[in-house]
């Protein structure tokens, strides 16, 4: 079983930055894709970015160029730098893990899911 924690969330205006951590337990995550993902209330779940060995990524329209996401693989844990944040970024971000080797952006794909944490961007 893996458990997986974010920390991070918080408020910040538009333009700011904030840094999402996840850190995962349970087994060793070097193998498996990790990945953010975001909704709002009466929303479906949306990717936002992903990340596998040893360092491919794949991010959502809507955020590249202003997202990044990182690991540290040794330690379990996957990272969210947000920069030029909007409002319409507001979401609960979640991270998760798909045991598959190939990044996947249908959240079906991933078994392993955090609880989120809250991202709120004022205008």
């Known amino acids: 079983q893996v458990q997986l924690v974010e920390t991070g969330g918080g408020l910040v205006q538009a333009g700011g930055s904030l840094r999402l951590s996840c850190a995962g337990s349970g087994r060793t995550l070097a193998r498996a894709v990790m990945a953010w993902f975001r909704q709002v209330p009466g929303k479906e779940r949306e990717f936002v970015a992903a990340m596998r060995w040893p360092l491919t990524t794949t991010y959502a329209d809507s955020v590249k160029d202003r997202f990044t996401i990182s690991r540290e693989y040794q330690r379990n844990k996957v990272y969210l730098q947000m920069n030029s944040l909007k409002p319409e970024d507001t979401a609960v971000y979640s991270c998760?893990?798909?045991?598959?080797?190939?990044?996947?952006?249908?959240?079906?794909?991933?078994?392993?899911w955090g609880q989120g944490t809250q991202v709120t961007v004022s205008s």
């Open positions: 998760a893990v798909d045991l598959g080797g190939e990044i996947r952006t249908h959240a079906s794909a991933y078994v392993y």
